[in-house]
């Protein structure tokens, strides 16, 4: 490895925060700015995503309510950090927990963080947070806590910070498009033509 790469690198791992011993969470957003969730709720709107503002153990619900109203279904593809939110609540959901495969046509996935100024989501790849989930379904379901939301994209970037950079930080807003066919806007160019948040508190 040359040495301006090393020097480069190392100084992302210092950005980051790679020398830190302490355990990342979610609610490093409230030391971070937080952001006001009814901005983050309007943007995420504005941005063509689809919002619910719920408690935690709603999302099974919300998830069987929001396939039937789309027509879809009664199967989803659940990233593994969100086994424990009470499925057997919803006995006609089939859930499949791993990850995502050409035949799931929808995905609930967890969104580490949102970015209030830009109505973003971050997602931050992990073992139990498959990359794929958030890109390869038709219809993503996405759960984000209220204390999670920061105020902008520095803010997120500061609650972000990890002992181990992560292999992927993916910072999504609305669903997938393009303007790039004959400058008409597209859904589902790159990832999910529909987004729908789930904005969860304790």
């Excluded at 790679?18 to 990342?24: A, D, H, N, R």
């Excluded at 109505?119 to 073992?127: D, E, I, P, Y």
């Amino acid at each position: 490895m040359s040495a301006a790469r090393e020097r480069i690198l190392g100084r992302l791992r210092d950005r980051l925060g790679e020398g830190s011993q302490e355990s990342p969470h979610p609610s490093a957003a409230a030391s971070a700015r937080a952001g006001d969730v009814g901005v983050f709720c309007r943007r995420l709107e504005a941005a063509g995503a689809t919002v619910e503002r719920i408690p935690e153990d709603a999302v099974p619900q919300a998830v069987a309510q929001y396939l039937t109203q789309r027509n879809l279904a009664a199967r989803v593809r659940v990233s593994p950090a969100l086994a424990k939110l009470g499925w057997d609540a919803e006995p006609l959901l089939e859930t499949a927990f791993g990850i995502a495969d050409l035949d799931d046509a929808a995905a609930v996935v967890p969104a580490n963080l949102g970015v209030a100024e830009t109505g973003s989501l971050v997602h931050v790849s992990a073992g139990d947070n498959p990359t794929t989930n958030h890109f390869l379904p038709d219809h993503a379901i996405a759960v984000v806590a209220e204390d999670a939301v920061c105020a902008d994209l520095e803010a997120a970037f500061s609650a972000a910070s990890v002992s181990a950079m992560p292999r992927t930080v993916c910072l999504i807003t609305g669903p997938s498009r393009t303007g790039d066919i004959e400058q008409r806007i597209e859904l589902g160019a790159h990832g999910p033509r529909s987004l729908h948040v789930l904005v969860t508190r304790k």
